[in-house]
């Protein structure tokens, strides 16, 4: 598929469901089920973004391949000056407490922390307008930050197990920079999209030789910068980028996306929505 223009791709929101990545991954096609099991560093909070992702959306999302494509937002676009925009809410997304996710939760959501808007309202029941103080067409990328993820109510998110997302996991267990636990919830609107494994446990490994380790010695199935030497004679294991810079590493049984996003760490924070066993 030819790469399209971005300024094109803003005018509607479903056009993002085209541009989803639809390349095949040297491990076949994603499935459900198994538990993954995620050794990290305690470095620049990838545990908390890792579980901000999986139990919370944002209104957009950006692709591994640099697209925009819609998570609560079903479709958006701009008026000519690029000043205005509407997004229209998807009608099959639920918190975690079985609620509907409702246009004022996402106004109070955005209200939280956008600068540079003149206002946030809401326009019937599925639709939010937006009038920025200066024109910008790239906005719709802003709000894709987890500064902008959508919580119940529009509350600060605060504790890693905190139960007001809407995204594809339930945090069951979760200890602050230490590990947690998600299982993944049933009949979520993503299903078949994304949010693969069953369950996920993630778990602080301060030292990359015992990260090394725990991944050598089987007790985890992906590692996040381990200790090169250690590993790099390996031949069950598939290194990302490559394995003279190993960001993470995994054993042959997890499934790894043909393309892996690089603005951020663990797929952009993403890892546990688009991995998945095989």
Known sequence: MNRLDRRALFTSGAAAALLAATGTSVHGAPKSGGTLRLALPRDGGMMADLARWASHDALVEIGPDGVLRGELAAAWRSDATARQWWFDLRRDAQFLSGRDVSVSDVV?????????????????????????????????YLLASADFAITEGGVDLAALDQRTGSGCYQITRANADRDFRAERR??????????????????VIPDPKIR?????????????????????DRRDLTFHPSVEDMQLVAHHGVGVPRVIGRAAALDDARLLERWWMV
């Open 108 to 140: 109070a959501s955005l209200k939280r922390g956008l600068d540079g808007v003149a206002a946030v309202e809401a326009e019937g029941a599925a639709r939010i307008a937006i009038t920025l103080c200066i024109a910008n067409p790239h906005f719709p």
């Open 212 to 232: 090394a380790e725990a991944l050598r010695d089987g007790f985890v199935d992906v590692a996040a910068f381990p200790a090169a030497q250690m590993l790099r």
């Open 186 to 203: 049933r009949d979520h609107y993503k299903d078949a999209q994304s949010g693969w494994f069953d369950a996920v446990e993630v778990t």
